[in-house]
């Protein structure tokens, strides 16, 4: 992995991201995870996503987690900034744990984002919903539960304290419900799930991954709901 707190990492990761924009100087933003998927700076040695920080990093592990991502998300907007670019930067923490709760040190990047990064977290990760007398509990993408998880909202009101613009990973089409076939006709769902995210807080929100992007009534509704006002109930 890498450390953020050395100035040479700090600088490629800058010079990086300024070439991007400097080849593409129209690019409108850039998404990354940068927690999740794959190891990436000394916040992946973090035990779990409901466990404490156990790097043994000598500059790392003498500072909070929230302190390591802000330096490697700080590098990232200079490098956008130094290509005189004015682009969005969504930085999302791919959790897809189906536990109900995480780490405080998960908030605590939540509250501490450098500005113009926009803080993107699963909606569905740790549901709980009851369907046929069973309680069930979802990872990521749950299209049938409206949401958002406890961990959403716990992270949607910390990013509310800091003002840290907040967006939802979700998927439109279908979901792990049944992720084989080219979408499930229930835009009813979804206009309770845009509501529900516009109450916490949500500023945009990323609607598929690889499945779930069919063309069909559910993302054409996706792209209505993300204009709605909401004054009506959904079988209006």
Not at 67 to 86: C, F, K, L, P, V
Not at 110 to 134: D, I, R, W
Not at 203 to 231: H, K, R
Request: a neutral charge; one cysteine or more.
């Amino acid at each position: 992995v890498m450390c953020p707190f050395v100035k040479d990492v700090q600088r490629y990761i800058e010079e990086s991201v300024k070439d991007i924009f400097t080849r593409v100087p129209r690019l409108g933003g850039i998404m990354m995870i940068s927690h999740g998927e794959r190891a990436t700076t000394c916040l992946s040695t973090v035990d779990s996503v409901t466990g404490t920080f156990r790097g043994d990093c000598p500059r790392c592990s003498k500072v909070e987690p929230w302190q390591i991502h802000w330096e490697t998300a700080s590098a990232i907007m200079r490098g956008i900034r130094a290509a005189g670019s004015d682009a969005e930067y969504v930085c999302w923490f791919y959790q897809p744990l189906p536990q109900v709760e995480r780490a405080d040190w998960v908030y605590d990047c939540a509250q501490h984002m450098p500005e113009g990064v926009t803080f993107q977290y699963n909606l569905e990760s740790g549901a709980c919903k009851l369907q046929e007398g069973k309680w069930r509990i979802g990872g990521d993408y749950w299209l049938s539960f409206v949401g958002p998880a406890i961990p959403f909202k716990r992270v949607a009101y910390a990013a509310r304290q800091a003002k840290t613009p907040l967006s939802a990973k979700i998927q439109v089409g279908c979901s792990h419900e049944v992720a084989t076939v080219p979408y499930v006709p229930a835009p009813g769902l979804l206009y309770r799930k845009y509501r529900e995210m516009k109450r916490y807080g949500v500023s945009s929100t990323m609607m598929c991954w690889f499945f779930g992007n069919y063309p069909g009534v559910m993302n054409e509704a996706a792209g209505e709901l993300a204009f709605e006002t909401f004054e009506t109930d959904d079988e209006k």
